[in-house]
């Protein structure tokens, strides 16, 4: 259904890079999921009503909560979708995390409601009875729900969106608790055991954890985290697809919401290459990046010293002593600058976060190896950290 409707209403919808596609497949998604939620709560509803189960009402409240949450990331796309203006020159597309996160919230408040029904339930169990419109409606409800996860789950991979992966782990947990809430029935009438109670406290516990799952994917992103590993490849592809880039470090990824990312690096150049055609490649490579990617892209030039003898001796040597201390460090920026009594070699180090020793502890032994290998060598080291790193 939702194909053949975004094939129908969205204009080149396999573009999912456009900020125009990704906002209708916002809005698509959203209308489809207040329609199918509203239809799901009127159902159980009515089924819990007659019944007098207190988890077949519960599940009819989640399902009203969902329709509120669509209604959520409706806005939240309208909202994100508003150009760039004097105040927010980075536009406006964090207002999508925002509403992810009140839909997070909401979830983790349904749950919470959910639970406190389901105790006192449990405290005074009351006697149920389930009708074959109640199986029924369960059944279709499930089934909803799972296709409900399905195209969320795949559209918000598509347009990399953090609100529609919240609402497919809505729709998951949907789906669990009231297959939960359907198992519980049938037991109920094949026994006559009351777990009515225990069942919704069951899914209260498991909607509240979808929520606060929901919710931390949503602050890590509000908080900034390292790009995909893919995408970090794809960026040191197309830079060193050019001619003369040596190489590239100090790549910083700005996250300022979906189709609004910019990135700043660090290209190694030839030091003894003819710096107006260097640049001119360095403008071709931002709009390649910009091209195949959407993102803009700047770049700084750093020049490396590739024919002299000696530099790429001590460069080599220099590798072999921080491999040995550790392969997880790498160095960049190297050069030697020589006196009539020493050479001092200079470069940067990137050290792992959370790594086992501190920063002045790894500068002092590479330093001092360094110095073991010639005594006329001293190392001016700087640390930095990948912001690109993914090691736990």
């Known amino acids: 259904m939702i194909k053949l409707l975004s094939k129908t209403f969205i204009k080149n919808s396999e573009n999912y890079m456009d900020p125009e596609v990704r906002s209708a497949y916002g809005y698509l998604c959203g209308i489809v999921g207040i329609v199918i939620n509203i239809i799901l709560f009127a159902g159980k509803f009515a089924a819990g009503f007659l019944s007098g189960s207190v988890a077949v009402t519960a599940d009819a409240f989640n399902n009203l909560s969902d329709a509120g949450s669509s209604v959520i990331s409706l806005i939240g796309f309208r909202l994100a979708a508003q150009k760039p203006d004097p105040h927010h020159p980075f536009g406006h597309g964090r207002f999508e995390y925002i509403s992810s996160l009140i839909i997070s919230m909401v979830i983790i408040m349904m749950g919470f409601e959910l639970g406190r029904d389901s105790v006192g339930k449990i405290v005074a169990p009351e006697e149920v ?183 790429k001796l001590m460069k080599a040597k220099v590798g072999e002593i921080i491999s040995g201390i550790d392969e997880k460090i790498s160095f960049h920026d190297f050069r030697m600058v020589s006196g009539p009594t020493h050479t001092n070699v200079i470069f940067d180090i990137v050290v792992p976060y959370n790594y086992k020793y501190s920063d002045e502890e790894i500068v002092t032994v590479i330093a001092e190896k360094i110095h073991e290998s010639d005594e006329r060598f001293f190392a001016v080291i700087d640390v930095d950290k990948d912001f690109t790193d993914h090691s736990k």
């Open 129 to 311: 009875e389930y009708s074959a419109l109640t199986f029924i409606i369960l059944g279709i409800s499930i089934l909803a729900k799972f296709y409900m996860f399905i195209y969320n789950r795949g559209i918000g991979r598509k347009i990399d969106s953090a609100a529609l992966r919240a609402t497919a782990t809505d729709s998951i947990s949907d789906t669990v608790s009231t297959a939960a809430v359907l198992l519980s029935a049938i037991l109920t009438v094949k026994t006559g055991i009351l777990i009515d109670g225990w069942v919704g406290l069951a899914v209260a516990g498991f909607i509240m954890f979808a929520g606060i799952s929901a919710a931390k994917e949503t602050i890590d992103s509000l908080l900034g985290t390292p790009p995909e590993e893919d995408f970090c490849k794809k960026i040191e592809e197309i830079v060193l697809s050019h001619d003369g880039m040596i190489g590239i470090h100090d790549m910083i990824v700005h996250n300022y919401g979906p189709g609004r990312v910019f990135i700043s690096l660090h290209a190694e150049v030839p030091s003894d290459g003819n710096f107006v055609d260097i640049h001119d490649t360095i403008d071709n490579i931002e709009r390649d990046i910009m091209r195949e990617t959407g993102c803009l892209a700047t770049i700084h030039m750093d020049p490396v010293d590739v024919r002299d003898e000696l530099t």
